[in-house]
């Protein structure tokens, strides 16, 4: 691991294994090209993330792409998400135009341009798959989190991208039912999807109330904007941590508390049930 302005920027074991590999198959160029885009593709992410105000603790770079840790304490909405997540292939698809180029102008080595412009193509292509922690899983969940309560968007993500990665498994382990050989590269890549996505899922509880503790920002934002909040009809039997579940990401509510009868007895902002769940 090694520290740059401040970021812990490490291999994952996974692209260790391929490495050591490598230099017994001859294909080490190869690789250290792969490694020299995946960094140019997380560098897309970690200066979009710090342009937006973000904070990047950590970076773990993969065969395919990288795992970043940031700290936005609630000033990441879903468009600044959407657009950390795209920065990474955005800059796959410079690095094409480029290579294109150079090709056109007769420079370098025509075979390693192919090379170049198809291992970027695939990352690029593969990142945009939507399926979480990949970049297009990120587009997909912040865009969903625009539509649907956080929680309900945190909760069917998770569960997609798991049915996702195990469908991952099964084709990369289809050929042995035929009696072939598994498809390795893809089962690794599979495995590590799914058991992103199981400890993801995990952690969801911890996720969700970290939502809650910045919920202080969207207050901010709902001043600043003049909009009328989102109003959540609620019956007083309904227990707090339901209602919590309903509160959108980019949107500030206001709670209408119903009778059996159907009168509204109490119309509360959205801080006195976080205080009140919390024990504040």
Do not use: C
Not at 39 to 60: C, D, K, N, P, W
Not at 64 to 80: I, K, P, Q, S, Y
Not at 173 to 199: D, Q
């Amino acid at each position: 691991m090694i520290r740059i302005f401040g970021i812990d920027l490490s291999l994952h074991p996974l692209f260790i294994m391929i490495m050591l590999l490598s230099v017994f198959t001859g294909q080490f160029l190869e690789l250290l090209t792969l490694f020299t885009i995946v960094f140019i593709h997380e560098l897309g992410h970690v200066a979009a993330a710090l342009l937006a105000g973000i904070t990047v603790r950590s970076v773990q770079l993969l065969p395919f792409g990288g795992v970043a840790v940031m700290e936005d304490h609630g000033r990441l909405t879903a468009a600044r998400e959407i657009g950390i997540a795209l920065a990474g292939p955005l800059q796959n698809a410079v690095m094409i135009g480029l290579a294109l180029a150079v090709g056109q102008a007769g420079a370098g080595n025509p075979e390693f341009i192919s090379y170049f412009i198809h291992a970027n193509a695939m990352i690029a292509l593969f990142n945009l798959l939507p399926v979480l922690p990949l970049d297009g899983g990120k587009v997909l969940q912040a865009a969903f989190s625009l539509l649907f309560p956080y929680y309900f968007t945190l909760l069917w993500s998770g569960r997609i991208s798991i049915a996702a990665s195990l469908l991952v498994i099964g084709y990369a382990l289809a050929p042995l039912a035929a009696g072939g050989g598994a498809g390795l590269n893809l089962l690794l890549i599979g495995a590590f999807l799914l058991y992103s996505n199981l400890t993801d899922h995990r952690n969801l509880p911890y996720r969700f109330m970290a939502f809650l503790m910045n919920r202080e920002v969207q207050y901010e934002r709902h001043l600043l904007s003049g909009k009328d909040a989102t109003p959540i009809v609620a019956f007083t039997a309904k227990p707090l941590e339901a209602i919590l579940r309903l509160f959108k990401r980019n949107q500030y509510h206001f709670i209408e508390v119903v009778n059996s009868e159907g009168r509204i007895v109490a119309v509360l902002p959205e801080q006195r049930l976080i205080s009140s769940y919390f024990g504040i």
